[in-house]
């Protein structure tokens, strides 16, 4: 990644909003502090030095010290600070520092009692203390510093150099030692202000580039705040994906739309461990006016945003390709016309369904159902006609059994039935009778009335067989026996030597 360039005016502009944020955001601490120590040296000095002359001085600071709260308040008001006035507002925020530092430097010769070598050190102390805690303040901002300690420490250094004692001189040169350290600290923290000005610039540039990557692409993508769970960047295609608006999409918790919440949290840990995900396969659901399914290939891995750890998540929406998969797996196992399980789905059934009954020991019946007099309608008013036939054939004989059983269609004209925990043969019996009866009702199709009948057999598990396809055959064979019984009637199998 490119370093900023400290000659373009974007990071010139960047570094002059960032200083004047932290002078400004200081003055309320900073006038507190001169305030507080001004009315501590009045106090402490007051027994030497006329009261006149202290409140004066202390009246021309604390006027100082409404003045800068008065330019304070105008710069934290919003209408008054656009950006192209910031190198104005820093040049206000110098003048007054300068200001500050005069009546500091005056404070520091005419607070200053003559022959009293402890009330002469304490105001050298709080002179000095006070140039030390602005370096701290204002060295974001050399010019500030040197507006400020310059003023305000070398009229108490002259003064004492002046006075020609050994401790005043040797407290002068100490002053003036302490001004040099002051000056490089300053400089010190100077550059390192510059230099995480620098960083924090970078990083800005850095997440705009990730905002405009990820806003003109075509997957969905969101970044979530680990701390509280919540997005603060979506880009249009999440906002698509969840079917919201980018105003509501920032805040939202994710975890509300994925159908497994435990599978969520569980990807949270992942990533807290500084771990990736990649292609996961999430389903999410979505309430609205009706309930929405979208299945996703959801991607996430740690990343800084906003000076924080946050979570980058892809989403890439493979719905249309789910919904194709599983219409394709239904059309390989169930009967395109009927909606019915076909032969290969009923005969995975059959094969479950004798496993449970071996294990649980109760009997099954197994129905195969040919239709009669159907090619006749078939061949009369056309095939039409007779899908319709086949439809309505098939939702009778399914209301005709209760929820455990199942029905199949084979092919053609034939249909298969599979009745669980049958009592005995008789109960086998009452439920095709009851079949026969719902077929053999006349149905009025596209203005056409017509009729059919059927041809039930009927093999029981495991009295006729316990293998599925022997089971099959017997009730095939109990079925041709029915149609060479007159058709139109339920017939129980019986083996060649009952």
Same mark, same amino acid.
């Given at each position: 990644?490119?370093? #900023?360039?400290?000659?373009? #005016?974007?990071?010139?502009?960047?570094? *002059?909003?960032?200083?004047?944020?932290? &002078?400004?955001?200081?003055?309320?601490? $900073?006038?507190?502090?001169?305030?507080? &120590?001004? *009315?501590?040296?009045?106090?402490? @000095?007051?027994?030497?030095?006329? &009261?006149?002359?202290?409140?004066?001085?202390?009246?021309?600071?604390? $006027?100082?010290?409404?003045?800068?709260?008065?330019?304070?308040?105008?710069?934290?008001?919003?209408?008054?600070?656009?950006?192209? +006035?910031?190198?104005?507002?820093?040049?206000?925020?110098?003048? $007054?520092?300068?200001?500050?530092?005069?009546?500091?430097?005056?404070?520091?010769?005419?607070?200053?009692?003559?022959?009293?070598?402890?009330?002469?050190?304490?105001?050298?102390?709080?002179?000095?203390?006070?140039?030390?805690?602005?370096?701290?303040?204002?060295?974001?901002?050399?010019?500030?510093?040197?507006?400020?300690?310059? !003023?305000?420490?070398? #009229?108490?250094?002259?003064?004492?150099?002046?006075?020609?004692?050994?401790? %005043?001189?040797?407290?002068?040169?100490?002053?003036?030692?302490?001004?040099?350290?002051?000056?490089?600290?300053?400089?010190?923290?100077?550059?390192?202000?510059?230099?995480?000005?620098?960083?924090?610039?970078?990083?800005?540039?850095?997440?705009?580039?990730?905002?405009?990557?990820?806003?003109? $692409?075509?997957?969905?993508?969101?970044?979530?705040?680990?701390?509280?769970?919540?997005?603060? /960047?979506?880009?249009? %295609?999440?906002?698509?994906?969840?079917?919201?608006?980018?105003? %509501?999409?920032?805040?939202?918790? !994710?975890?509300?739309?994925?159908?497994?919440?435990?599978?969520?949290? +569980?990807?949270?840990?992942?990533?807290?461990?500084?771990?990736?995900?990649?292609?996961?396969?999430?389903?999410?659901? /979505? =309430?609205?006016?009706?309930?929405?399914?979208?299945?996703?290939?959801?991607?996430?891995? @740690?990343?800084?945003?906003?000076?924080?750890?946050?979570?980058?998540?892809?989403?890439?929406?493979?719905?249309?390709?789910?919904?194709?998969?599983?219409?394709?797996?239904?059309?390989?196992?169930?009967?395109?016309?009927?909606?019915?399980?076909?032969?290969?789905?009923?005969?995975?059934?059959?094969? &479950?369904?004798?496993?449970?009954?071996?294990?649980?020991?109760?009997?099954?019946?197994?129905?195969?159902? =040919?239709?009669?007099?159907?090619?006749?309608?078939?061949?009369?008013?056309?095939?039409?006609?007779?899908?319709?036939?086949?439809?309505?054939?098939?939702?009778?004989?399914?209301?005709?059994?209760?929820? #455990? =059983?199942?029905?199949?269609?084979?092919?053609?004209?034939?249909?298969?039935?599979?009745?669980?925990?049958?009592?005995?043969?008789?109960?086998?019996?009452?439920?095709?009778?009851?079949?026969?009866?719902?077929?053999?009702?006349?149905?009025?199709?596209?203005?056409?009335?017509?009729?059919?009948?059927?041809?039930?057999?009927?093999?029981?598990?495991?009295?006729?067989?316990?293998?599925?396809?022997?089971?099959?055959?017997?009730?095939?064979?109990?079925?041709?026996?029915?149609?060479?019984?007159?058709?139109?009637?339920?017939?129980? /199998? @019986?083996?060649?030597?009952?």
């Amino acid at each position: 990644m490119a370093q #900023p360039n400290s000659d373009h #005016p974007v990071y010139i502009e960047s570094v *002059l909003n960032q200083k004047v944020k932290m &002078l400004f955001s200081g003055i309320i601490f $900073s006038i507190t502090i001169s305030a507080f &120590l001004g *009315l501590v040296l009045v106090v402490v @000095q007051q027994p030497i030095i006329p &009261l006149t002359t202290s409140l004066s001085w202390y009246g021309t600071l604390m $006027s100082v010290v409404i003045l800068r709260l008065i330019l304070f308040n105008k710069w934290q008001s919003k209408d008054a600070k656009p950006k192209h +006035d910031q190198k104005r507002w820093l040049q206000y925020f110098r003048f $007054s520092v300068l200001i500050t530092g005069i009546i500091w430097g005056v404070g520091g010769v005419v607070m200053m009692p003559e022959g009293n070598i402890s009330h002469q050190a304490f105001v050298s102390f709080t002179i000095g203390g006070l140039a030390a805690g602005a370096m701290a303040s204002l060295s974001v901002d050399r010019i500030s510093v040197t507006a400020f300690v310059l !003023p305000t420490l070398f #009229p108490h250094i002259i003064f004492l150099f002046q006075q020609g004692e050994s401790i %005043s001189l040797g407290m002068s040169s100490m002053l003036l030692l302490f001004t040099l350290f002051v000056f490089l600290s300053a400089k010190k923290t100077g550059e390192t202000f510059l230099e995480n000005a620098k960083l924090h610039i970078q990083a800005l540039e850095n997440e705009s580039r990730l905002r405009m990557m990820l806003d003109f $692409s075509p997957i969905a993508a969101s970044i979530i705040d680990i701390t509280n769970q919540e997005v603060v /960047f979506a880009n249009k %295609s999440y906002t698509g994906l969840i079917e919201n608006k980018y105003e %509501s999409a920032i805040g939202i918790t !994710p975890r509300r739309y994925y159908a497994n919440k435990v599978e969520y949290d +569980d990807a949270v840990k992942i990533i807290e461990r500084g771990e990736q995900i990649t292609n996961q396969l999430v389903e999410l659901n /979505f =309430d609205g006016a009706q309930k929405i399914t979208k299945w996703v290939l959801a991607s996430y891995l @740690q990343i800084d945003y906003h000076s924080k750890q946050m979570m980058l998540g892809w989403f890439y929406d493979i719905t249309d390709r789910k919904v194709m998969e599983e219409h394709t797996q239904h059309l390989a196992h169930h009967d395109p016309l009927t909606g019915l399980p076909n032969r290969i789905l009923f005969r995975e059934r059959l094969h &479950l369904a004798i496993s449970m009954a071996e294990r649980d020991k109760y009997s099954l019946a197994l129905m195969f159902i =040919d239709l009669d007099e159907f090619k006749p309608i078939n061949d009369t008013y056309g095939h039409d006609v007779g899908d319709a036939v086949l439809l309505e054939c098939a939702a009778r004989i399914r209301a005709c059994l209760r929820k #455990p =059983d199942s029905v199949a269609r084979l092919g053609g004209d034939e249909f298969v039935v599979l009745l669980h925990k049958v009592s005995n043969e008789q109960t086998a019996l009452q439920v095709g009778e009851k079949i026969l009866k719902s077929l053999q009702s006349s149905m009025k199709i596209e203005g056409v009335k017509v009729s059919v009948g059927a041809s039930i057999g009927v093999a029981l598990y495991p009295l006729n067989s316990t293998e599925d396809d022997e089971l099959l055959n017997c009730a095939d064979s109990a079925m041709y026996d029915a149609k060479k019984n007159g058709r139109n009637i339920v017939k129980l /199998f @019986q083996s060649a030597h009952e």
